[in-house]
């Protein structure tokens, strides 16, 4: 009796924890995208982004040090990009090698053991920053600045959050998930960069309107990281949903259209698909679905809102952007199946020749 006393009170502290952290989520989120947009700041939807990412890989609040000392290593690993901009340039060929290079080292560094947030970072600067750098060398640095802004921005948020929603005393840390093994993180990692490529070197013909795009494909890219086998339906589910959540948002925010109901509504669509990310409503998805559905919103949303301020047709751009997502969700898809298929007839083959 004792004992299932015990575990009943371990689940309800651990569902309480969670509970926290979906909040936290949800408002850190929705601040950051108030704080972006509300200032004004160059590609604002980079802060909630990223704040997404920081809020679901990081349980406590970063010491300040320690935060600048991340915004500072991210400051310079994304800059290695700006590396790849002159090869871009003058020897194309080269350059998308060297690039392709670059996202598999960034994505097998995570897969191995590595920091998964700085990771996240090396491949999002590898990406973003040389592609745009191609067109203009003062958008790259508009990118650098806008991630290390969103990313300072989110180590405050992350710090206010746990100040305004702590922690419960019984709670205990998450245990890290273990790292795949080297021949399973060396082939996730060539395929994550498979995934990447295709949309990066779409962005080379128009980097400025293309760099959600980039961004989009860099989170499928980090949601394929994985052994799952409906990693590669969920690409494709988490892009449709993420549409239709952007949708209903655009609907919500047209009852009445001010930055406090943009901040609320915000938290309280974070809030629905966090309960699901940290599975206080349990699916069948993984988090990386939720995860993946929420970036997706916020990226749609983001750009519909620029579109609406710069004066341009929102239901149109919003439609072919749309199609350029789902056009890049289906290659994925077809991607991993493609290179899964092919890995297991060489196992087979292998093992029956032995």
């Keep these: 009796m004792s004992t299932d006393a015990g575990a009943s009170a371990a ?6 924890a969670r509970s926290r952290r979906a909040l936290r989520l949800a408002v850190g989120t929705a601040l950051c995208l108030a704080t972006s947009f509300g200032f004004q700041w160059a590609i604002p939807m980079v802060a909630p982004v990223l704040a ?3 809020f679901a890989t ?3 609040p970063l010491p300040a040090k320690a935060g600048l000392a991340l915004a500072l290593l991210v400051m310079a690993t994304t800059g290695t990009g700006l590396l790849l901009i ?11 090698l060297m690039t392709a290079l670059g996202l598999f080292l960034a994505f097998r560094y995570g897969l191995r053991g590595g920091n998964g947030l700085v990771s996240t970072f090396l491949v999002a600067g590898i990406a973003l920053i040389s592609v745009a750098g191609t067109a203009d060398m003062g958008l790259a640095l508009s990118v650098i600045g806008a991630l290390a802004r969103g990313l300072l921005l989110g180590v405050v948020m992350l710090a206010v959050c746990h100040w305004l929603i702590p922690e419960p005393g019984t709670a205990t840390p998450a245990a890290k998930p273990p790292a795949p093994v080297v021949s399973d993180a060396d082939w996730m ?6 995934v990447v490529m295709p949309a990066f070197l779409l962005a080379m013909a128009d980097p400025a309107g293309y760099l959600p795009i980039v961004m989009k494909a860099v989170s499928l890219g980090r949601q ?10 969920e690409l494709l589910g988490s892009t449709l949903l993420g549409g239709l959540l952007a949708i209903l948002f655009w609907f919500a925010l047209g009852l009445s ?3 406090w109901m943009f901040f609320l509504w915000t938290i309280l669509f974070a809030l629905v698909v966090a309960r699901r990310l940290f599975a206080i409503r349990p699916t069948r998805a993984t988090p990386g679905f939720w995860l993946n559905s929420l970036v ?7 750009q519909s809102v620029e579109d609406s301020a710069a004066g341009k047709d929102v239901y149109q751009a919003f439609a072919v952007r749309m199609g350029l997502f789902i056009g890049v969700s289906l290659y994925g898809v077809f991607m991993l199946r493609w290179l899964d298929h092919r890995r297991q007839r060489t196992v087979s083959t292998a093992s029956t020749t032995i």
Excluded at 86 to 96: E, I, T
Excluded at 189 to 194: E, G, N, P
């Design 86 to 96: 002159p090869f871009l340039r003058h020897a194309p060929l080269s350059g998308v």
């Design 257 to 259: 259209v001010n930055l």
């Design 58 to 60: 990081v349980g406590r």
């Design 52 to 54: 997404v990412f920081l």
């Design 189 to 194: 990692a060539w395929r994550a960069t498979l």
């Design 11 to 16: 689940a309800a502290a651990a569902t309480a």
């Design 224 to 233: 394929s990281c994985t052994t799952a086998r409906s990693a590669a339906t």
């Design 296 to 302: 997706t919103m916020i990226i749609l949303l983001g």
